[in-house]
Nanobody, 122 residues
Framework: QLQASGGGLVQAGDSLRLSCVVS????????MGWFRQAPGKEREFLAA????????YYADSIKGRFIISRDNAKNTVYLQMNGLKPEDTAVYYC?????????????????WGQGTLVTVSS
C-alpha cells in the first residue's frame, strides 16, 4: 500500500516536499517513482529511485528543481520540489515497480498511491 501526502496550494517560486509511505507486504526489490497528471494530460514520469541501491533518475523537464530521496527506516520516499511554477500544477502520484530496473512508463509500475494535489498560483 502506498500513501502519498504533502500537496497543497503554493505560490510560484515556493517549495514543497511530497511523501509516500510504503506499508504492508511489498517486493524485496523495487523501484519507487513519482509521476504527475495534469487535467486532460497523460501521467508524466518525474523521478525514480531504486530502493536498494539508491540510484536516482529524473525527467529532463524537472531535473535540477526536483529531488527524489528515500528514508529506509521510515519506508518513505520523498519528492522535494523547488522553484515551483504554475505549470507544475497537477495531481502527483507515487508508484512502485517490482525489481531493480527503473522505467518511465506508468504501465511498468505495479502499485500506485492515491495522489496528492499540488496547485501553484502565479
Amino acid at each position: 500500500q502506498l500513501q502519498a501526502s504533502g500537496g497543497g496550494l503554493v505560490q510560484a517560486g515556493d517549495s514543497l516536499r511530497l511523501s509516500c509511505v510504503v506499508s504492508g507486504r511489498t517486493f524485496s526489490n523495487y523501484v519507487m517513482g513519482w509521476f504527475r497528471q495534469a487535467p486532460g494530460k497523460e501521467r508524466e514520469f518525474l523521478a525514480a529511485i531504486v530502493w536498494n541501491s539508491g540510484n536516482t533518475y529524473y525527467a529532463d523537464s524537472i531535473k535540477g528543481r526536483f529531488i527524489i530521496s528515500r528514508d529506509n527506516a521510515k519506508n518513505t520516499v520523498y519528492l522535494q520540489m523547488n522553484g515551483l511554477k504554475p505549470e507544475d500544477t497537477a495531481v502527483y502520484y507515487c508508484g512502485q515497480r517490482r525489481g531493480n530496473s527503473y522505467a518511465r512508463s506508468p504501465s511498468a509500475f505495479d502499485y500506485w498511491g492515491q495522489g496528492t494535489l499540488v496547485t501553484v498560483s502565479s
